[in-house]
C-alpha cells in the first residue's frame, strides 16, 4: 500500500504588526505608598530603579480584563475585524485559574471565537516569545492574523514587606494585531533561557505548599544583584546579536524598547549598544512599573504616542526575566 502524500500548508512570506493597544491599572500608586514594610524612601526607589509612580489595578479587576481593553483598541486600530483573526497568544504570569487559558477567554470576549487561543509563560520575556510565535505561525499558514498580548495582574502576587521586588511592579496590559506583510516587519529572534539561574526570579512557594499550609500565599521574589548582573551583561549581547540577525546597526533603529525591569538597566543597555541621540529609548517604568510580559507593548504604546514620527521605523524590542529567560527581536513599528 502507498502512503498519500500529506498536504502541508502555506503561507505568506513576511508579517508585520498592524497596531498597539494598551490598557494600565486604574490605581496610581506612589513610592510612599509602599516605604512603611519595606522600611525604605521615596528617594532610595528612585535611585535603585528609576520608579516614581506605578499602576495597580483595583480589587475585582483581572488580569484578563486589562488584556480585554488594550486587545480592543488594538483591533480597533488594525483594520481588521475581530472575526477575522484566527490565533489569540497571551503571555502571562498572571492568570489566576490554571485552566482555562486566558486566551480562549479572551477570543470569545473581542469576537475572534473559534480562533485557535492558548496561553504563554515566558515572564519578561513572554511578550517577546508570542510574536515570535504568531510571527512563524502565520508564516506557516496555520493562522492568518494573530491577537499577541501581555497581560498581568502582578499586584495579586506582591509581599508589600519584600524589599527584592514588591516596589518594583505594576499591573496592565498591552496588544498588537500581527498579520501578512508585503515586506519584511518581524526579524528573526534571539531567544533561549538559562535554567541554571532559575532561583534568581521566581515564586517563593509552590501551590501545594500552600494547600497544605507549609506556606503563606506564594509571592514572588528576586535576587536583585544577580539578576542585575545578568541583565545589564548578557542581556546586552542578546540585544547586540539582534541587531545582527535582523542586519541592521544601532544607527538604524527609531526606538529601543527594552523589558521596563529597572531605569539603571535601561540606561547601561543604551550606552552598550552605543546608541545615537536620534534613537528614542523607552523609559515607560518611571510611571508605571514593571509589568512583566505587559511592559515592552505598554511601553511601545506610550512612545508611538509621544512620538508619532516613529511610526515605519525599526524598534529593537528585548525581554528578559524569570526562568531565566530572554527574546529580542527587531520590529518595524506600525
Known amino acids: 500500500m502507498t502512503t498519500p502524500t500529506l498536504k502541508q500548508s502555506t503561507g505568506v512570506e513576511f508579517t508585520r504588526i498592524y497596531s498597539y493597544g494598551a490598557a494600565r491599572g486604574d490605581l496610581v500608586v506612589p513610592n510612599d505608598d509602599l516605604i512603611g514594610p519595606i522600611d525604605s524612601s521615596d528617594e532610595w526607589i528612585r535611585q535603585r530603579t528609576g520608579i516614581i509612580t506605578r499602576t495597580r489595578a483595583s480589587e475585582g479587576v483581572l488580569a484578563v480584563d486589562l488584556a480585554t481593553d488594550a486587545s480592543r483598541e488594538a483591533i480597533?486600530?488594525?483594520?481588521?475585524?475581530?472575526?477575522?483573526?484566527?490565533?489569540?497568544?497571551?503571555?502571562?504570569?498572571?492568570?489566576?485559574?490554571?485552566t482555562p487559558s486566558m486566551a480562549a477567554v479572551l477570543a470569545d470576549r473581542v469576537g475572534a471565537n473559534p480562533a485557535a487561543a492558548y496561553d504563554s509563560n515566558a515572564a519578561c520575556a513572554g511578550f517577546s516569545y508570542a510574536v515570535t510565535q504568531a510571527d512563524a505561525l502565520i508564516r506557516s499558514g496555520a493562522?492568518?492574523?494573530?491577537?499577541?498580548?501581555?497581560?498581568?495582574?502582578?499586584?495579586?502576587?506582591?509581599?508589600?514587606?519584600?524589599?527584592?521586588?514588591?516596589?518594583?511592579?505594576?499591573?496592565?496590559?498591552?496588544?498588537?494585531?500581527?498579520?501578512?506583510?508585503?515586506?519584511?516587519?518581524i526579524a528573526a529572534p534571539v531567544w533561549g533561557s538559562d535554567g541554571s539561574k532559575a532561583d534568581a526570579v521566581g515564586m517563593n512557594a509552590t501551590l501545594i505548599d500552600y494547600r497544605e499550609g507549609k506556606a503563606a500565599w506564594p509571592t514572588l521574589r528576586q535576587e536583585g544583584q544577580t539578576v542585575f548582573r545578568w541583565a545589564v551583561w548578557d542581556m546586552a549581547k542578546v540585544a547586540k546579536r539582534a541587531?545582527?540577525?535582523?542586519?541592521?546597526?544601532a544607527a538604524d533603529l527609531a526606538a529601543f524598547i527594552p523589558h521596563q525591569a529597572n531605569m539603571r538597566i535601561i540606561d547601561e543597555f543604551a550606552k552598550q549598544l552605543g546608541l545615537p541621540d536620534s534613537v528614542v529609548v523607552a523609559r515607560d517604568i518611571e510611571t508605571t512599573g514593571n509589568t512583566s510580559?505587559?511592559?515592552?507593548?505598554l511601553a511601545t504604546h506610550r512612545l508611538l504616542e509621544e512620538h508619532p514620527e516613529l511610526s515605519g521605523g525599526l524598534a529593537l524590542q528585548i525581554g528578559f526575566g524569570a526562568g531565566l529567560v530572554f527574546g529580542a527581536q527587531v520590529v518595524v513599528l506600525p
Open 293 to 297: 510580559a505587559a511592559s515592552i507593548p
Open 243 to 249: 541587531l545582527d540577525v535582523a542586519g541592521v546597526t
Open 76 to 98: 480597533e486600530k488594525s483594520g481588521i475585524r475581530p472575526d477575522q483573526i484566527d490565533l489569540v497568544i497571551v503571555a502571562t504570569i498572571g492568570n489566576v485559574q490554571q
Open 143 to 185: 493562522a492568518h492574523y494573530a491577537l499577541v498580548v501581555g497581560a498581568e495582574k502582578l499586584s495579586d502576587v506582591v509581599d508589600p514587606a519584600d524589599r527584592s521586588i514588591s516596589f518594583l511592579l505594576g499591573d496592565g496590559a498591552g496588544a498588537v494585531v500581527i498579520g501578512p506583510s508585503d515586506t519584511p516587519g
